[in-house]
């Protein structure tokens, strides 16, 4: 099966600077790479995805980066405020019925 | 994307008891998940709800202690058989809202604490 490994688990930056967080994922055939964004006591809500033809996609201060020859991708965002403080969860596809496999969450902390 | 709803939102059990779960969604979906999360931890796919056949569980999941039903395309129940304190978590059901997108939305859970 799959196996999703995401660094750092926690993470604490200034407003304004930015912020990465990586995954790596073992199974080469998988195609789709979602990442949530998870407030506390809410629902994982769906921020950014990225498909196995493309090497980076933006949504204003979010970006995601594939490699797929390496097996990582990473979340980036920019200009960081204290509401984008939150757990953030990196996902993969795999097998033939859509299954997800998470990375371990990161733990992003925004100080005004 | 769909809206998506779950009941109940959170619900407190005792040891050996069962407790159902319901996830109704606005349209109809083909795919439908059920996810643990257990606290502060990341979450975890328990099975796919199958409309019209038996849900495909993932390792560590078994039909005796997770039923799962899908009698059409907008519910799905789970099922948490014989309940123990380690069965406390946070339950979700997600779904695949546009068939062919792999995109995924999550209801907004159910808090289950056995005690």
């Known amino acids: 099966g799959e196996n999703v490994e995401q660094h750092p688990s926690t993470l604490s930056v200034q407003e304004g600077d930015s912020a990465v967080i990586k995954c790596t994922y073992s199974d080469s055939a998988s195609n789709y790479f979602p990442w949530y964004k998870q407030e506390l006591g809410k629902r994982p809500q769906l921020i950014i995805d990225?498909?196995?033809n493309v090497g980076e996609k933006k949504d204003q201060r979010i970006a995601v980066t594939l490699n797929k020859t390496a097996k990582h991708f990473s979340l980036h965002i920019t200009e960081t405020q204290p509401e984008d403080s939150a757990v953030y969860f990196c996902a993969a596809l795999w097998g033939t019925g859509n299954q997800f496999y998470f990375g371990t969450g990161t733990s992003l902390t925004v100080i005004p | 994307s769909a809206v998506i709803s779950q009941k109940p939102s959170r619900d407190i059990c005792q040891r050996g008891t069962s407790l159902t779960i319901q996830c109704q969604v606005d349209s109809q979906v083909t795919m439908m998940f059920w996810y643990r999360q257990q606290p502060g931890q990341s979450l975890t796919l328990i099975a796919t709800a199958n409309q019209g056949s038996e849900a495909t569980y993932e390792s560590g999941f078994v039909i005796d202690k997770f039923p799962i039903s899908r009698p059409n395309l907008t519910f799905s129940t789970l099922t948490v058989s014989n309940m123990s304190p380690e069965d406390s978590s946070i339950y979700l059901c997600?779904?695949?809202?546009?068939?062919?997108?792999?995109?995924?939305?999550f209801g907004p859970g159910t808090r289950l604490t056995v005690t």
């Open positions: 997600s779904v695949e809202s546009r068939v062919g997108t792999y995109e995924q939305y």
């Open positions: 990225i498909r196995s």
